[in-house]
């Protein structure tokens, strides 16, 4: 029993290692997915700016329509990149409740390890009472008898 124990709690260990690695993982993706939606809409306000300077100067309808589009395709883009955000936070939730499920079946072997190992040591302290009691009466008797 106690061997399988031990061998529940590695492999519960193993998964906890495991889920804290997916943890780590999912955290990385979503903290990528957040600098470049920001690097997006840096460039697009960059673009923007470029846009305003050059209209400034004076822009053909032409220029005006092929830079008009290119922002058009850059909030798009934004907008694609904003739509996948509940998909990467849903990866990080859904990594950390397996991560604390994984926990708690380890701590659960860890407590039914300990429970079992002191219930043996009390057993183990009642046997070596029960020698000394036994122990103590026969003494007890001898010396009776000795008399």
Avoid at 13 to 30: G, H, P, S, W, Y
Avoid at 46 to 60: F, H, K, M, P, S
Avoid at 71 to 81: F, V
Avoid at 87 to 109: A, G, I, L, M, P
């Amino acid at each position: 029993m106690e061997n399988a124990l031990e061998f529940l709690l590695e492999q519960a260990k193993d998964n906890e290692q495991q889920a804290v690695l997916a943890l780590n993982k999912a955290r990385t993706e979503l903290e990528g997915y957040y600098q470049q939606v920001q690097q997006i809409e840096q460039y697009r306000l960059d673009y923007c700016n470029q846009l305003v300077a050059r209209g400034q100067e004076g822009l053909t309808a032409s220029q005006y329509g092929h830079l008009n589009r290119f922002l058009t395709q850059l909030d798009e883009t934004l907008t694609k990149q904003k739509s996948a955000e509940g998909h990467f936070k849903q990866q990080v939730d859904d990594c950390e409740e397996y991560w604390h499920n994984t926990r708690k079946q380890r701590q659960s072997y860890e407590w039914l390890i300990e429970k079992k190992a002191k219930e043996k040591a009390q057993l183990e302290a009642k046997r070596d009472q029960k020698q000394m009691d036994e122990f103590s009466n026969l003494l007890f008797a001898r010396r009776r008898q000795a008399r």
